[in-house]
């Protein structure tokens, strides 16, 4: 087993880009640790402070409420930190301002082919985690696209949140590759673009958990 996850054996959920009631509990009912907002309009998936306060307050004890910017001002982010617990940031950001509401927060890293990221990691020091997603110019995520998993090291000072372009059928696969500590999912369990399907999450989720289940017996 990887260096990154010795003690860790059960990966943690994360369905990204909830919209509707319905969403919060088809991810809960499948076992979700967290759920991810988006709070950039230019998202399909966006939306806003007044559905984000509805939304936040269906969703139980003990599952993370994540509301996720791209270059907020940091009124917004203020705003909304009341409906959340843990704020992702999808952007430039830099660290003093990621660091500034409170809250505890994640870093997107999107993978550009020049990208340090031991160095990024280590700029962003204060993050909780760090999550790592595709690159493509122009799209801050959700693309729908993975990215070449043997980039990130075995070692690596902050928990690895994976996503891009993960699936029911690819997750199996990144876990066994990248043993990452949380695998983050939006466009691959959405029938429609933009809307979460209650199968494709629940079919998320049971690969996550057959992964780990095979992983721990040394598959
Ligand atoms: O989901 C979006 O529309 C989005 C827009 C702008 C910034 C980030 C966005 N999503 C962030 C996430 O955490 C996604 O889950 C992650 O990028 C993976 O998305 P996907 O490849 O579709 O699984």
């Given at each position: 087993m990887s260096e990154r996850r010795?003690?860790?054996?059960?990966?943690?959920?994360?369905?990204?880009?909830?919209?509707?009631?319905?969403?919060?509990?088809?991810?809960?009912?499948?076992?979700?640790?967290?759920?991810?907002?988006?709070?950039?309009?230019?998202?399909?998936?966006?939306?806003?402070?007044?559905?984000?306060?509805?939304?936040?307050?269906?969703?139980?004890?003990?599952?993370?409420?994540?509301?996720?910017?791209?270059?907020?001002?940091?009124?917004?982010?203020?705003?909304c930190a009341e409906s959340l617990d843990l704020l992702q940031f999808h952007g430039d950001e830099p660290p003093a301002l990621c660091a500034s509401f409170s809250r505890p927060w994640i870093k997107a890293l999107r993978m550009r082919e020049d990208l340090d990221l031991?160095?990024?990691?280590?700029?962003?020091?204060?993050?909780?985690?760090?999550?790592?997603?595709?690159?493509?110019?122009?799209?801050?995520?959700?693309?729908?696209?993975?990215?070449?998993?043997?980039?990130?090291?075995?070692?690596?000072?902050?928990?690895?949140?994976?996503?891009?372009?993960?699936?029911?059928d690819n997750v199996a696969d990144a876990i066994a590759t990248v043993r990452p500590f949380a695998v983050d999912v939006s466009g691959g369990v959405e029938a429609d673009a933009g809307l979460k399907d209650p199968e494709q999450m629940l079919a998320f989720a049971n690969a996550v958990r057959h992964a780990d289940h095979a992983n721990l017996n040394g598959w």
């Open positions: 010795l003690a860790l054996a059960r990966t943690r959920i994360k369905f990204c880009g909830l919209t509707r009631e319905q969403d919060i509990d088809a991810a809960v009912a499948a076992g979700a640790d967290a759920l991810g907002f988006v709070l950039w309009p230019g998202s399909k998936r966006g939306i806003d402070e007044s559905r984000l306060a509805r939304l936040s307050a269906r969703v139980p004890a003990f599952v993370t409420r994540v509301g996720l910017f791209v270059d907020p001002s940091p009124a917004l982010v203020a705003r031991q160095m990024a990691v280590e700029t962003y020091d204060g993050a909780q985690a760090v999550l790592l997603d595709a690159y493509r110019p122009g799209v801050p995520g959700g693309t729908g696209e993975t990215f070449d998993w043997s980039r990130i090291p075995a070692r690596l000072a902050k928990p690895v949140i994976l996503a891009g372009g993960l699936t029911p």
